[in-house]
């Protein structure tokens, strides 16, 4: 997966998420350099000398976990990654290293994505084989469970990947645009320069909301019923 | 013993949505035992962050792989989450499953050498304290739910107990839900000297907000310990005692060797 990874990023996909992938001169010091895409152009980049720098791959991991409010990142593809570093990487297993970090297993997604096996997983699968307290998830309606993806899962202001999975085997989703669910459709029309972020499967932030909708329901039914 | 250079090592563990440091020490754990070159590849993979366990053979090149979950005792995660989320056979260790071969370890906190880990720690956040006039509290959650949680920490403290070079008054099992709760303390250590660590693999919710506030260090839960400018500091003087709080046992470097205790454990029985 690595040697496909520089092969992309020789090819020209530099872009993944909100990250830049700079592929470094020979006389650096550093194979590569990743920083946030509106650092390094358009009308809001910020000089190179001003960019904290890192070293480490494992520095990714600090990097993403909080945003430029202070406030924690639990979904690693929210569209909120903080501005203002630049982090240095020695080689292309560095890359992979960090790139593992800022958007966990989407290398490994895409890599699958090219090969043709990318199964994906419809939403009521996923709902359907929780237990403890997630079983409550598998009560959702079909419409809240729409209404659901379509705040939560929306690229502006939740994910920025793109969802492959369906409702259930006959049901696609309905609340989003249809390049939500193309990952050839990159955003900023950079299709020929950006790694898509894939998602096969919603993750828990989503089972878990899908959770607290259904018991708000089911209390809402229960203080229905008891008024009659 | 030679660990399988072929295979690739998974740390699982629960992660959160809600606290920035309850992943951290997995990472950690992962990244000394990468270092050592021991696996083609180290990987971690969590419940409730990215990369899910779900997606965690997708990422994994090897043929051949270890799951050790970072977890404190058996139970529900253990034993029902992460079998049917990695799909492994519940009924074998090994399963092949998408092509790879998957040997699932006992978690870290159920390990015997844990016992060690505890009174290292304890030695740590109290030194210069005479062992004979201190008293040990390992804390754990406890759930009327699980009878594992519950038993991980028994066994833990028995050890402890049994250790011939082990010198302190007394060591005492505690816990955040069941009898002896941790917020009773004053009523269930004797020594001037109180030692309490945390039988929690990382300063989460749990073990740096919940657990300060039943032990009276704090009024109400903090901010998490990564986003607070001041760590606490030891001792804290509370009843006409010395009171000293340890961050949670996960966080222990060692805990790398216990990872790897487990995957040597289950090559044994393997073989």
């Given at each position: 997966m690595t040697r496909a990874l520089l092969k992309w990023v020789d090819s020209g996909l530099n872009r993944i998420g909100e990250i830049s992938i700079i592929r470094e001169t020979r006389s650096s010091d550093h194979a590569f350099r990743l920083v946030h895409h509106l650092d390094i152009a358009g009308p809001e980049s910020t000089p190179r000398g001003e960019l904290t720098p890192y070293h480490s791959p494992g520095d990714a991991r600090e990097i993403v976990k909080f945003n430029a409010r202070g406030e924690y990142r639990p979904l690693k593809t929210a569209p909120d990654l903080r501005r203002g570093w630049e982090l240095r990487l020695a080689d292309a297993t560095a890359l992979r290293e960090a790139l593992d970090y800022f958007y966990p297993a989407m290398i490994?997604?895409?890599f699958h994505y090219c090969e043709g096996r990318v199964p994906s997983v419809p939403l009521r699968e996923t709902l359907g084989r929780q237990t403890g307290m997630y079983r409550?998830?598998?009560?959702?309606?079909?419409?809240?469970?729409?209404?659901?993806?379509?705040?939560?899962?929306d690229?502006?202001?939740?994910?920025?990947?793109?969802?492959?999975?369906?409702?259930?085997?006959?049901?696609?989703?309905?609340?989003?645009?249809?390049?939500?669910h193309?990952?050839?459709?990159?955003?900023?029309?950079?299709?020929?320069?950006?790694?898509?972020?894939?998602?096969?499967?919603?993750?828990?932030?989503?089972?878990?909301?899908?959770?607290?909708?259904?018991?708000?329901?089911?209390?809402?039914?229960?203080?229905?019923?008891?008024?009659? | 013993m030679e660990f399988p250079s072929h295979a690739a090592l998974v740390i699982a563990g629960h992660g959160s949505t809600e606290n920035p440091d309850s992943s951290?020490?997995?990472f950690q754990h992962a990244d000394a035992i990468r270092r050592r070159g021991l696996f083609s590849e180290v990987t971690c993979a969590f419940w409730k962050e990215e990369p899910s366990f779900r997606q965690v053979y997708r990422m994994v090149e090897s043929a051949e792989i270890?799951?050790?979950?970072?977890?404190?005792?058996?139970?529900?995660f253990t034993r029902e989450v992460i079998p049917r989320e990695l799909e492994l056979d519940p009924d074998s260790r090994t399963t092949r499953v998408h092509g790879k071969l998957v040997h699932y370890c006992d978690p870290v906190g159920v390990h015997p050498t844990m016992a060690g880990l505890l009174i290292k720690r304890a030695r740590e956040v109290a030194p210069g304290v005479p062992p004979e006039e201190c008293s040990l509290l390992v804390v754990g959650h406890g759930t009327g739910l699980n009878s594992n949680s519950r038993k991980a920490i028994e066994d833990q403290v028995a050890r402890i107990r049994s250790d011939v070079d082990f010198s302190y008054l007394e060591v005492l099992d505690t816990y955040m839900e069941e009898d002896p709760l941790i917020t009773n303390w004053q009523e269930i250590a004797k020594a001037p000297n109180?030692?309490?660590?945390?039988?929690?693999?990382?300063?989460?919710?749990?073990?740096?907000?919940?657990?300060?506030?039943?032990?009276?260090?704090?009024k109400e839960p903090?901010?998490?310990?990564?986003?607070?400018?001041?760590?606490?500091?030891?001792?804290?003087?509370?009843?006409?005692?010395?009171?000293?709080?340890?961050?949670?046992?996960?966080?222990?470097?060692?805990?790398?060797?216990?990872?790897?205790?487990?995957?040597?454990?289950?090559?044994?029985q393997e073989n």
């Open positions: 490994a997604a895409w409550f998830a598998r009560e959702i309606t079909d419409a809240d469970a729409q209404e659901l993806v379509a705040n939560h899962c690229s502006q202001k939740g994910c920025l990947k793109k969802i492959l999975w369906q409702l259930d085997a006959e049901t696609p989703l309905s609340g989003l645009p249809p390049c939500k193309d990952p050839g459709a990159a955003p900023d029309g950079l299709e020929d320069q950006a790694i898509p972020l894939l998602c096969q499967e919603a993750c828990n932030l989503v089972v878990g909301e899908a959770r607290r909708v259904s018991k708000r329901a089911a209390e809402a039914r229960k203080r229905a019923g008891g008024k009659e | 951290a020490p997995t270890y799951v050790v979950p970072n977890f404190i005792s058996e139970g529900y109180v030692v309490v660590v945390p039988f929690f693999v990382s300063d989460g919710l749990h073990s740096y907000q919940d657990i300060p506030v039943m032990l009276g260090i704090e903090t901010a998490a310990a990564s986003q607070r400018e001041v760590f606490r500091q030891n001792p804290h003087h509370l009843d006409g005692r010395n009171l000293y709080y340890s961050s949670a046992i996960g966080t222990e470097p060692d805990m790398a060797d216990v990872i790897l205790d487990q995957v040597k454990d289950l090559i044994a």
